[in-house]
């Protein structure tokens, strides 16, 4: 143990030492002032230093790198500089140009450029590029031309597709719709007088169609025959050259008219052959034949709506005259004499008629439930507006004031001096006005209830179909009706809920039911059959058990219109009994289903 602890306590003095050293240094160094001073840097700032310098360093680098790169690639951009070299102090080319003002190249040829438009119209400068584009578009269309050639895979059709011009404006000339309204009124015309206006179109395009070729025909026999006579007078006129002008020279004006006169019947002689050829020839007119259509007709001289306004000056209407329908009009008629009937008009101002203001009501909206504490607020305020238009009525003075509403309990406070001098007498008069106003009340309920009538009506309202709702049917089947308190059942309460239908009964006892009516009667009557009737209670004719007597419901569901007519009551012996009742109101399908239908719960 003593040697060991001797190093520690000289440690322990070294340290003491080290300690003490460092004090009086730095009490010297404090006394000394901040001369000698030097500033202390620890080792995690030294650190930090290097860290930047380090980063500056290689930042450095990187933009040395950078710098490389730009100056490589300004020196491939720059190597015309160093073929072409510059004529000008500036480093330009100098501009050669010809007699005309055209740019020459070094070699003497003419510079081809594009024309650049600086300062002309928006539309000019519009139509230079879409020539401009033009140009490129049939370039590449003949590109693509050559291409599909080549290729087996492009369709030609879709390079000749081409988008839709713009609308422009269609102006109306004026006229065209007054046309339009006499064509209409032509056509109604015809309609009404039964006259069939394309029938009649057919048959004269098939005239035209006749004279044209008949026409034609005629000009090419004339043409031939005119053909025919120049050659023979071609042939004649040597023969004749000498004799023909000596015969003019010495023919006096009478022989001439009787040449005339003879060249004419040749003429007429000539035109008689050529109808004789053909008997269907027609003369050839001067003018021109006109397919005439009613949209050229002549515009009428008194329109439809001027009936009874425009008359004869004797007083008749051109109308009726000429028997004309409501909308047809006068096409040729002396207007001199006619005149305008002062008659018909008159210094008042027809106003147009007015329209009914009552627009139709909207489909009725469904009502909201209430609850019960909002009925009752309804009700309140129900009582209070009523009320206070009494008041009002009071205050303005249209009806008198009641009289005070006297009761044993209040009358000290209402007549206050009057009791007190006969008291006996006011009671009376409290009691009497007390049963004035119960008689009245009953008077009231009296007069509020229904008169049997009415309550069969509210009741029958209550179990009737209503309109355009749809009708319930539902199918019984009974094991056994041999009871007629049963049978008297069934029947009273369908006759009660309005039901239409037949229960038919088999002389054995078995029977099956059809009811037709709204849902609320054939929901009541399901439960009357299924749940109210106790079937195993009531005592069954022949030897039927009535336990096992009992109701079952085989189909229920909705039906567009009702089969029968009113409620009955069947006794049947066979099968064929039940067809001939069901078959004329179209109700067989219900006997099927009652003979198809076994009870699930028999599997059970």
Known sequence: MGRDSEPKSSDRGSRRHDKDHSKDSSKDNSSKGSKYTTPYISASKVAMNVKVAKDALEKARKAELVQKQIQEHLQKINFTKNV??????????????????????????????????????????NLVVEKQKKEIQLEKSEKIAKKVQQSQYVDPSLNNLRRKRKKLFNFVEPGTYIKQERQLLRQMEERASGINKSSLILQKKRLLEQQNKRLSTLYKLQQSKS??????????????????????????????????????????????????????????????????????????????????????????????????????????????????????????????????????????QPLIQLTKKERKKFKRLRKQEKQRIIRDKITIGMIPPPPPKLKLSNLINVLKNQSAADPSKVEQQVKQQMEQR??????????????????????????????????????????????????????????????????????????FLIIEGSKVSIRRYTKLLLRRIKWN????????????????????????????????????????????????????HYFEMVQKYRDPLEDV
């Open 227 to 364: 053909e025919k006579d120049e050659k023979e007078e071609e042939v004649n006129e040597g023969e004749r050259g000498d004799k023909d002008e000596a015969d003019k020279n010495e023919a006096s004006p009478v022989e001439k008219d009787e040449g005339e006169e003879e060249q004419e019947k040749t003429s007429g002689d000539n035109e008689v052959n050529l109808m004789e050829l053909n008997p269907n020839l027609i003369p050839l007119r001067n003018n021109r034949l006109e397919n005439k259509d009613s949209w050229d007709d002549d515009e009428p001289f008194v329109e439809w709506w001027d009936r009874g306004v425009i008359v004869f000056k004797s007083g008749e209407d051109p109308f009726k005259l000429q028997n004309l329908k409501k909308h047809q009009y006068i096409a040729n008629i002396d207007l001199n004499e006619l005149k305008i009937n002062e008659d018909k008009f008159n210094h008042y101002i027809e106003h147009p008629v007015k329209l009914d203001g009552k627009r139709k009501k909207g489909t009725t």
């Open 438 to 511: 119960l008689r009245a009340h009953e008077q009231r309920n009296e007069e509020r209830k229904l008169t049997k009538e009415q309550r069969s009506k509210k009741n029958a309202q209550k179990w009737q179909i209503k309109k355009n709702a749809e009708a319930e049917a539902a199918l019984f089947t009974i094991n056994s009706l041999s009871n007629f308190k049963l049978i008297k059942k069934i029947d009273t309460n369908a006759q009660q809920f309005h039901l239409s239908g037949t229960c038919i009964i088999m002389n054995n006892g078995p029977a």
């Open 84 to 125: 072409f070299e510059s004529t000008t102090p500036l480093g330009g080319k100098k501009l050669v140009f010809d007699s005309l003002g055209r740019i020459l190249d070094e070699s003497g040829n003419v510079v081809k450029s594009t024309p650049v438009i600086h300062s002309t119209l928006k539309v000019n400068r």
């Open 537 to 588: 209670e009531y005592i069954l004719e022949g030897d039927i058990d009535p336990s096992q007597n009992g109701c079952k419901q085989v189909w229920v569901g909705n039906v567009k219109k009702r089969s029968f007519p009113h409620w009955t009551v069947n006794y049947v012996d066979c099968d064929e009994q039940i067809e001939d009742i069901l078959k004329p109101f179209k109700a067989l």
